[in-house]
């Protein structure tokens, strides 16, 4: 039996997972947490029967505690809660699916612990990968990728007895404003930006993706996953989200990993790795999808993925500023307290206000989001 702890369950990601594990009789959900949602925490506490069970709030975990006082479960709160869980002893695999920095400490303690790593947490690595990855070697801890393009180099990376990657190919779908000018993006709302031609996600990532930042931090994360050079990622715009992404080895010879976009395949193969299993889900029919199309990415509309290369090159804090301005963006675009296109401009500014220090604890990464999150604040009246 694995015992699997989710952080973040009752979110997009968490909740396919616990659909694995109700599929799995080899699976059990040990540890459950979540940041507000106590009526969906509640179903889950009741249906998987976890040891313990966290929510972020106080409040919330108080309430839930109320609702399953007629349950042996033990309710935590607050990232002493996400610490506990992450170093208990009956949980083998941690499923870290929080949105946010808030992922970094729970994931050095689920390493600290000897715990295999589900990362679905992309801040984790693009602000802390200088402390991560060292530490899970340290410890002999894997790292498993369950964003589907990290998953998809993962998967082509098996069998590469000890060849040279020339590079690596991380595909993205374009997002909704794929083909769209600038001038066409000054009028495009929150609602637009939130209708995601393939995939269904959280809003935060749904943004993200129609600014290629979502792919900015992929890029970042795959330097730390895979130790690549920048130089060795490139970004391919692949609007069917069918070659979830590839590998290009020295000889030419280019490996990919196609599927159906389904954000269950990278979540199973990280639980069950190096196992692959049946999934109750359509296959893929060539046929039917006949053309598979692959374009540059536009840089000059979306300028927030050459910021993430800008940010990944100057190294230190300066990923932290790029990743927590785009937080404090994507929630006043949220709020329609600015529009779409201000997102790059207001990461930009924070990035050239920002001087870099070269290498953080997470202390210092946890300080340089504070003080990213007070600058927007003032300059933009958040």
């Known amino acids: 039996m694995k015992k699997v702890a989710i952080l973040g369950s009752t979110g997009s990601i968490g909740t396919q997972t616990l659909e694995i594990i109700r599929n799995n009789g080899d699976l059990a959900a040990t540890a459950l947490a979540a940041g507000q949602n106590v009526d969906l925490m509640e179903k889950q506490i009741r249906e998987f029967q976890p040891r313990i069970a966290g929510m972020w709030s106080e409040e919330a975990a108080k309430e839930l505690k109320t609702r399953v006082a007629d349950l042996p479960v033990k309710v935590v709160c607050g ?8 170093s208990m002893a009956e949980c083998d695999i941690v499923v870290t699916a929080v949105v946010g920095m808030i992922g970094i400490r729970p994931t050095i303690a689920a390493i600290e612990s000897g715990k295999t790593i589900a990362l679905a947490n992309k801040e984790t690595l693009v602000t802390a990968g200088h402390i ?19 998953s998809a180099i993962f998967q082509c ?11 690596i190919l991380l595909t993205a779908s374009g997002g909704p404003f794929r083909g769209k000018t600038k001038a066409e993006l000054e009028n495009m709302t929150l609602e637009d930006a939130l209708k995601h031609p393939n995939w269904s996600m959280g809003k935060k ?33 692949h609007p069917q989200s069918i070659v979830h992404s590839a590998v290009e080895y020295e000889d030419g010879a280019v490996i990919a990993q196609l599927g159906l ?26 046929f039917q999808i006949a053309n598979l199309t692959f374009e540059a990415p536009d840089t000059e509309t979306f300028p927030g993925l050459k910021l993430a290369y800008r940010a990944a090159r100057q190294g230190g804090s300066m990923p932290t500023v790029f990743n927590a301005a785009n937080e404090i963006a994507v929630k006043l675009l949220l709020q329609k307290k600015i529009r779409f296109v201000q997102i790059p401009e207001i990461i930009e500014a924070a990035m050239n206000n920002h001087h870099a220090a070269e290498n953080p604890n997470v202390e210092e990464i946890l300080k340089t989001e504070a003080e990213t999150y007070e600058f927007i604040e ?5």
Not at 79 to 86: A, K, N, R
Not at 157 to 167: E, I, S, T
């Open 261 to 286: 976009p389904d954000m269950k395949l990278p979540i199973q193969y990280a639980l069950l790795y190096p196992e692959r299993r049946p999934m109750p889900a359509p296959g893929m029919d060539l």
């Open 378 to 382: 003032q300059e933009w009246k958040a």
């Open 79 to 86: 990232m002493d809660g996400l610490l506990e869980i992450c």
């Open 157 to 167: 990376l098996q069998g590469r007895a000890g060849n040279d990657v020339h590079k």
């Open 205 to 237: 990532v749904t943004i993200d993706s129609a600014s290629l930042v979502n792919k900015g931090l992929e890029v970042m994360e795959a330097k730390w996953l895979f130790g690549t050079g920048l130089e060795q990622i490139q970004v391919v715009v």
């Open 132 to 150: 991560i990855m060292p530490l899970a070697k340290k410890m002999g801890v894997s790292i498993l990728p369950v964003d589907s393009e990290h």
